[in-house]
C-alpha cells in the first residue's frame, strides 16, 4: 500500500506548478463541493490557473458558496493540465468517465477521508479517522501557510458540517469543533450557511421523502429499515438526484434501527445504494464493499447492477448476516 505523503510534499506541488485541474466524486455531497471551491479558491489566490470539473455538476443547494461559477462540466476534448488534484474521492472512477477521459496531467494528489480509498495516485493523503475532507484541507492550508480567507473558510465550514451531520455524527471531535471556530473568526456566517444548507428544500423533496415513506421497509427483526427508489417516481415527480440527498437520515432516526438503506434505481440496470450504521459492530463499509462500493464503517455506498427487487434481496441478506454473527443479536 502506498504510504501518505506529507503536507509539505502536497504544498510544494500547488507552489511549484501552474495549472491545476480540481475534481471530486460524482453526485457531489458538501464535502466534495466544498472541497473543490476550497482548493479552487486557495489556488487562486496564490495565482495559480485552476479549472474546475464536476462529472453532474454543482448542484442547486449549493449555488449559494463563492466561487461557485468555477465549477463545470468535463469538456469533450482532452486538456493539459500541471497537477490534477482529487478531494474526497475513495476510488478513481468515482470521479467520473468522462473527467478522467478529459484529464491529463503529469501529477495527481489524491487527497481524501475514505477507508476504502485505493490510493490512486503520484501524492496520496489519506486520514480515514478525519470526518470530513475538509477537515484535512483546513490542516494543510493552516499549517504550511497557504491562503485561508472567508470565501475558503466558506467552503470548508460546508464541507465539514455537511459530512459530520451538521456537527452530530461521532467522527467529530475536539479538533472538528476547533478548526470550525477557527473558521467562524475568519468571517463565516454559521447562521446565513446553517439556512442554506438545511431550511431550504424545494417542495418535489417533500414529496419524494413521502413516496418513500410508503413503500418503507423493516428487516432483521426491525433493526434495519430501507425503501427504494424507481425510477418511474423520480420522473413522476420531476426530482433531481440532489432532492435525495440526506432523506436516509429520516429512517436511521428510528428508535431501534441499527443499519439504514437506502435504494435508488439509476439508468441502465444500475441501483445505487446509501447505508448508514448506528452501531460500528455493523460495518457497513464492509458490506458494500462485497458489492464494489466503499466509504466509511457508518456511512457508505455502492452500486450495483439488477433489477430494484433483485438488489433489495441481495443488500439485506448481506446485512442480515453481518447482524444475525453478533452476539447481542439473538
Known amino acids: 500500500m502506498k504510504p501518505n505523503c506529507t503536507l509539505e510534499d502536497i504544498a510544494s506541488i500547488f507552489r511549484d506548478r501552474r495549472r491545476f485541474l480540481i475534481l ?75 473527467c478522467l477521459a478529459s484529464a491529463r496531467a503529469g501529477t495527481w494528489i489524491n487527497i481524501d477521508h475514505h477507508i476504502s480509498n485505493d490510493r490512486l495516485g503520484d501524492l496520496v493523503y489519506v486520514d480515514s479517522k478525519a470526518p470530513a475532507a475538509g477537515q484535512i484541507l483546513f490542516e494543510l492550508f493552516s499549517q504550511r501557510g497557504l491562503p485561508l480567507n472567508q470565501a475558503i473558510a466558506t467552503s470548508l465550514y460546508t464541507a465539514i458540517s455537511t459530512d459530520t451531520g451538521s456537527f452530530q455524527y461521532p467522527s467529530t471531535t475536539a479538533r472538528t469543533y476547533a478548526i470550525a471556530a477557527e473558521l467562524v473568526n475568519l468571517g463565516v456566517n454559521v447562521g446565513w450557511i446553517n439556512q442554506q444548507l438545511y431550511e431550504r428544500s424545494p417542495r418535489r423533496r417533500l414529496e419524494l421523502l413521502r413516496s418513500l415513506l410508503n413503500v418503507l421497509r423493516f428487516s432483521s427483526n426491525d433493526r434495519v429499515a430501507s425503501f427504494a427508489l424507481a425510477q418511474e417516481v423520480t420522473r413522476a415527480l420531476g426530482a433531481i438526484p440532489d432532492d435525495t440527498e440526506g432523506l436516509i437520515d429520516t429512517i436511521r432516526a428510528l428508535e431501534g434501527v441499527i443499519v439504514a438503506v437506502f435504494f435508488e434505481e439509476v439508468a441502465n440496470g444500475i441501483i445505487r445504494i446509501s447505508m448508514r450504521s448506528k452501531d460500528p459492530q455493523v460495518d457497513v463499509c464492509a458490506i458494500c464493499g462485497e458489492f464494489g462500493g466503499g466509504g466509511h464503517i457508518l456511512a457508505s455506498g455502492a452500486r450495483i447492477s439488477g433489477t430494484l427487487a433483485e438488489v433489495q434481496e441481495r443488500v439485506l441478506a448481506a446485512v442480515d448476516r453481518r447482524i444475525s454473527a453478533l452476539p447481542w443479536s439473538a
Open 24 to 98: 471530486s466524486h460524482f453526485r457531489p455531497d458538501g464535502d466534495a463541493i466544498g472541497c473543490s471551491l476550497a482548493m479552487a479558491l486557495c489556488l487562486k489566490e496564490m495565482g495559480k490557473d485552476v479549472t474546475v470539473w464536476n462529472e453532474d455538476g454543482l448542484p442547486e443547494r449549493f449555488e449559494f458558496l463563492p466561487g461557485r461559477e468555477l465549477v463545470g462540466l468535463p469538456p469533450a476534448s482532452p486538456e493539459e493540465f500541471d497537477a490534477v488534484v482529487l478531494v474526497d474521492t475513495a476510488v478513481r472512477n468515482r470521479a467520473g468517465e468522462r
